[in-house]
């Protein structure tokens, strides 16, 4: 006789559950136990979906990077319409909501989690790098339409407009485009 209530798209309601955690009460708090708890299903569960709270934790972030490769595609297909700072706020806006920041905190706070993210790459906060690849790509499309410096090292300005816009956002602010078209600085 079944003792439970069966549950559907368990993962998806695990990694719910986590982000509302992590939203509400920070990194700190994030435990398969607070987990499951948020989720109103056993402790079992979490772990028979997944080998340890670590693999949990690398799915929930990396199911918010893939986003980024959409995101990226859309950004190099519009390229040449549109204002460049205001496109990148707009994306950047997107990946550092506070969702965002709250999966960044997360990362610094988690060693294992941070090297297991990072894979091959050995440099770079996960996340962070691959919102500034993002970035680079669609600057690199924009300088083809010769609207961005023609001497524009792409990736150097991606990691310069990331980093910039991440200590703006860990402020609890906007990112303005006006500061990334002063970054930006003229096409020609």
Request: net charge negative; glycine share 10%.
């Amino acid at each position: 006789m079944p003792t439970g209530v069966a549950l559907r798209d368990v993962r998806r309601q695990l990694f719910d559950a986590a982000e509302r955690v992590l939203l509400r009460d920070g990194s700190n708090a994030l435990t398969s136990r607070a987990v499951t708890a948020e989720a109103g299903c056993a402790k079992g569960v979490l772990h028979r979906h997944f080998a340890d709270f670590d693999d949990f934790l690398v799915e929930l972030v990396q199911r918010r990077i893939v986003g980024f490769e959409a995101w990226g595609a859309t950004m190099r297909s519009n390229a040449g319409t549109g204002d460049v700072a205001e496109n990148i706020a707009d994306v950047l806006n997107g990946v550092l909501n506070r969702l965002g920041l709250a999966l960044i905190g997360l990362i610094m706070a988690r060693d294992e989690l941070r090297v297991r993210l990072r894979g091959e790459r050995d440099f770079g906060i996960p996340y962070l790098a691959e919102a500034t690849e993002m970035i680079a790509g669609y600057l690199i499309a924009e300088r083809d339409w010769n609207r961005v410096a023609e001497a524009t090292d792409a990736r150097n300005l991606a990691l310069t407009l990331v980093g910039t816009a991440h200590l703006v956002a860990g402020e609890g602010n906007e990112i303005d485009p006006g500061l990334l078209r002063t970054i930006i600085g003229p096409a020609q």
